[in-house]
């Protein structure tokens, strides 16, 4: 059974930072294209940060140009998001997603983790 597990969410003061992490099972990372998309209470899901399976290639959503990065270490089988500069309008659930390709799209991942809750407040 493929598993991606979330971690390093928590509340945060605007302008701090934060590190998720998803640690994958069942699941082979260096394999797939990864993803990280958030959700804030009454929006839908949106694709933040995406990674080709080598790591040589990432896109993000403008909003968090500049301010996020993502990464993997393939050889722990892990996926990460440094978040910089946080805002409140960054607070949502995030999940991390494998999938085959390289996209911000939910529809396109095959796999999917439970999420971590991050809140900025003012």
């Known amino acids: 059974e493929v598993q991606l597990v979330e971690s390093g969410g928590g509340l945060v003061q605007a302008g701090g930072s934060l590190r998720l992490s998803c640690a994958a099972s069942?699941?082979?990372?260096?394999?797939?294209?990864m993803g990280w998309f958030r959700q804030a209470p009454g929006k839908e899901r949106e694709g933040v940060a995406t990674i080709n399976w080598s790591g040589s290639n990432t896109y993000y959503t403008d909003s968090v140009k500049g301010r996020f990065t993502i990464s993997r270490d393939n050889a722990k089988n892990t996926l990460y998001l440094q978040m910089n500069s946080l805002k409140p309008e960054d607070t949502a659930v995030y999940y991390c997603a494998g999938g085959k390709f390289m996209v911000l799209t939910t529809r396109e991942y095959d796999y999917w983790g439970q999420g971590t809750q991050v809140t900025v407040s003012s």
């Open positions: 069942g699941f082979t990372c260096g394999d797939n294209a």
